[in-house]
Nanobody
């Protein structure tokens, strides 16, 4: 069982940057990788980025490619989401998920979720 805990959200002006952190506590040896999702008001939760613990392979949503970078620190059991060139459209609650395996060729199977951290980008 993995218990992700997000931090680092806040209010930022458009064009600014934030770095989110996700500490994966618990039985992290059973976690295949981690991912970030977000949910804006009135919209469904959408995939943002993911990373494999072992290989470091990453996958990004088209909407954040070139602006967001996901990384991991295996020693700290922590993943990060560096968000640059933020846009008002990035405003959402950002959730960190722990994956137990893959779905299809690249997508992860997420089993555990954090409480979320609010990111608000003002214009």
């Amino acid at each position: 069982q993995v218990h992700p805990v997000e931090s680092g959200g806040g209010l930022v002006q458009a064009g600014g940057s934030l770095r989110l952190s996700c500490l994966a506590s618990g039985r992290t040896s059973s976690s295949y990788g981690m991912g970030w999702f977000r949910q804006a008001p009135g919209k469904e939760r959408e995939f943002v980025a993911q990373i494999s613990w072992s290989s470091g392979n990453t996958l990004y949503a088209d909407s954040v490619k070139g602006r967001f970078t996901i990384s991991r620190d295996n020693a700290k059991n922590t993943v990060y989401l560096q968000m640059n060139s933020l846009k008002p459209e990035d405003t959402a609650v950002y959730y960190c998920g722990a994956a137990a395996g893959q779905l299809g060729s690249t997508a992860f199977r997420y089993r555990y979720w954090g409480q979320g951290t609010q990111v608000t980008v003002s214009s």
